[in-house]
C-alpha cells in the first residue's frame, strides 16, 4: 500500500504541470514581484520551523526548502516557458517530495526504516525519469509542430498557385471566346469589340 502510494506521488510530480505549464510568460515585473514574494515566504516558513526540535523540525525545514525550490521552479517556468524549464519544476517537485519523504522516515527504524528511505528514492527516480520523458516528448512535439507548420504553408501556397494557374485558363479560354464572337463583325467594329475583350482580360 505505502509502495503504491509512494508511486502515486510519484505520477502526480511528473503530471503536475503538464497541463498549462506552456501558458503565457510573466513580465519581468512580475517575475521580480514573485522572487521577493517567495523569498519571504520561505524566511517565513523558516521561522515557523524554529520552535520545533529534533526530526520535527528537520521535517520542518525540508518542506519549507522543497516549497521554496518549488516554487523558484514554476515561477521561473512561467517567466520562461520552455521545455527545459518544464523539465526542471518538474525534478524541483520530485526533489522536494523526496527530501521530506526521507527525513520521515528517520522516525523510524531497522529494516522498516530501509524500506522507507529506499521507496522514497524509487519514488523520486521514477518521478525525474518521468519528467525527462515529457521533457523529450514536449520537444518532439514542438518540432512536430513546426514541421506540420511549414508543410501546411507549402500546400497552402501550392493550392494557390493551382488555383491561380487554374483561374489562367479560365480566362484565357473566356478572352478567347470573346475574341472569337468579334469575328462576326468587321471593320472598326470587330477591331472595337477585340480591343475591349483584351481590355476585360487583361491582354
Do not use: W
Amino acid at each position: 500500500m505505502k509502495t503504491l502510494s509512494l508511486n502515486v506521488i510519484a505520477l502526480a510530480v511528473s503530471l503536475a504541470l503538464s497541463t498549462g505549464a506552456m501558458a503565457q510568460s510573466l513580465s519581468k515585473t512580475d517575475y521580480k514581484a514573485g522572487k521577493d514574494k517567495i523569498a519571504a515566504e520561505y524566511k517565513l516558513a523558516k521561522k515557523g520551523c524554529a520552535p520545533l526540535s529534533g526530526n520535527a523540525n528537520d521535517i520542518c525545514e525540508a518542506e519549507a526548502k522543497g516549497r521554496d525550490k518549488v516554487a523558484l521552479a514554476e515561477l521561473e517556468l512561467h517567466y520562461k516557458p520552455t521545455s527545459e524549464n518544464h523539465y526542471k519544476a518538474s525534478v524541483a517537485k520530485a526533489e522536494a517530495v523526496y527530501a521530506v519523504a526521507n527525513e520521515r522516515c528517520d522516525d523510524k527504524a531497522g529494516n522498516v526504516k530501509d524500506v522507507c528511505v529506499k521507496e522514497a528514492k524509487a519514488a523520486e527516480i521514477g518521478a525525474k525519469a518521468d519528467a525527462k520523458a515529457q521533457m523529450k516528448a514536449l520537444d518532439a512535439n514542438t518540432t512536430a509542430y513546426e514541421k506540420a507548420a511549414a508543410a501546411n504553408d507549402k500546400a497552402t501556397e501550392k493550392a494557390v498557385d493551382a488555383f491561380k494557374d487554374a483561374n489562367a485558363d479560365k480566362l484565357e479560354a473566356q478572352y478567347k471566346v470573346a475574341k472569337e464572337k468579334c469575328d462576326t463583325y468587321a471593320g472598326s467594329t470587330k477591331d472595337e469589340c477585340i480591343n475591349k475583350a483584351k481590355l476585360s482580360f487583361g491582354k
